[in-house]
């Protein structure tokens, strides 16, 4: 299949350093690839990616001191869009809504995910107004604001299985907190729990302009008070592997409706158990008892951290294996791809590059 990925333009594909949507983009991509898809991917100039590379910016827009307004970055991408369409068989667009109008067209041979909450107040009458257009959630819960829509099916996200590798044996004795520093996230929670049950945290978190009064009222002071707390900043992928596979488990301390949580899978893919608040899609993520622990207050969270460092770290990764690797979600897109209404390609059995078949049915 000619399938054309769109990307957010904020970050790289995928990014340097935070950005979950465009990390999922990059994996979707690349797998897309290794299936022996046609793929073209709408993205920052820097991003890299062995699908054909559209630049619709030099680079990424959150690193381009230069870029005041995303706006006009975005309304150019769009309408290059515009005038490829006609080159391809499915359009996946994960840019949330800028793109309704322009496609109405050809929406019935285009898909957008939708990565974000979906509980705001704006955007309900935004997706009325557009009830015919092809969505995909990020999990069910996320679903449960909306009004009537074409929804073509949840797909989890995945990661490559060798992307962040198992460790059995961690060598840190802490806890890890994993994300951004925002009131939603919960950062303060961690630090709570961790100083109940006297271990050491470690935070590796990214602090946008909007979140900056919250860290220095809030959890920069905390930081200070707790002696065995450690603030590490944003990290990269290469150092993700060992942040995570080294912890003893994660805390997932959110306090939101969270559309999914990559986080929770990341820690899923080193072993590393996860403790997490039942918010959101977070009992669709976690096998309570397997990969990681649900929990309902910052007390529960303390009593239950001995239990989580016990868990058997083969199964955390087993679980991953079984429901989070890119491969499957790119086969679940593919699936939804294929049974479009604009669709009409009746594709041969896809392979891997390793020429291993895929057990995917064709769908006129």
């Not at 769109?6 to 994996?27: C, D, M, Q």
């Not at 793109?99 to 309900?124: E, Q, S, W, Y």
């Not at 109940?196 to 590796?204: D, E, N, R, T, Y």
């Not at 429901?323 to 593919?334: K, N, W």
Request: hydrophobic fraction near 45%.
């Amino acid at each position: 299949m000619k399938i054309a990925q769109i990307a957010p333009l904020a970050e790289s594909v995928p990014p340097k350093l935070y950005g979950g949507t465009e990390r999922i983009v990059s994996y979707l991509t690349e797998e897309l690839v290794a299936q022996g898809h046609e793929v073209t991917l709408f993205a920052s100039g820097d991003s890299v990616t062995q699908a054909t590379l559209v630049s619709c910016a030099d680079v990424a827009l959150r690193l381009n001191p230069a870029v005041r307004d995303h706006l006009p970055h975005q309304v150019v991408m769009l309408e290059e869009i515009r005038q490829r369409a006609h080159e391809f068989d499915v359009l996946h667009f994960h840019i949330d809504l800028l793109h309704f109008p322009l496609i109405r067209d050809f929406a019935d041979r285009t898909v957008t995910t939708l990565h974000g909450r979906l509980d705001l107040p704006d955007l309900k009458p935004f997706y009325a107004a557009f009830p015919d257009i092809p969505l995909v959630s990020i999990s069910n819960d996320q679903r449960r604001p909306m009004p009537p829509v074409d929804w073509r099916g949840t797909v989890y996200h995945g990661l490559p299985a060798d992307l962040l590798p198992f460790t059995e044996n961690p060598r840190g004795n802490y806890l890890a907190f994993l994300g951004r520093i925002s009131p939603e996230k919960r950062p303060d929670r961690a630090i709570q729990i961790a100083a109940k049950v006297g271990m050491s945290l470690k935070i590796a978190a990214k602090i946008d302009n909007v979140d900056k009064a919250y860290w220095e009222t809030v959890i920069e002071p905390m930081v200070k008070s707790h002696p065995h707390v450690e603030f590490i900043g944003e990290i990269d992928e290469r150092e993700k592997a060992d942040f995570l596979g080294n912890a003893g488990a994660l805390l997932f301390p959110i306090d939101w409706p969270e559309p999914f949580g990559l986080v929770m899978i990341e820690a899923m893919a080193c072993g590393t158990p996860v403790i997490a608040f039942g918010c959101g899609s977070v009992p669709e993520v976690i096998d309570n008892g397997i990969s990681g622990i649900l929990v309902d207050s910052v007390t529960e969270a303390a009593e239950n951290v001995e239990w989580a460092l016990r868990l058997d770290r083969r199964k955390v990764r087993a679980a991953f294996e079984k429901r989070f690797t890119a491969q499957r979600m790119a086969c679940d897109y593919v699936d939804i791809y294929r049974n479009l209404p604009g669709v009409r390609i009746k594709a041969a059995p896809i392979r891997r590059s390793n020429g291993q078949a895929l057990d995917l049915q064709a769908v006129a």
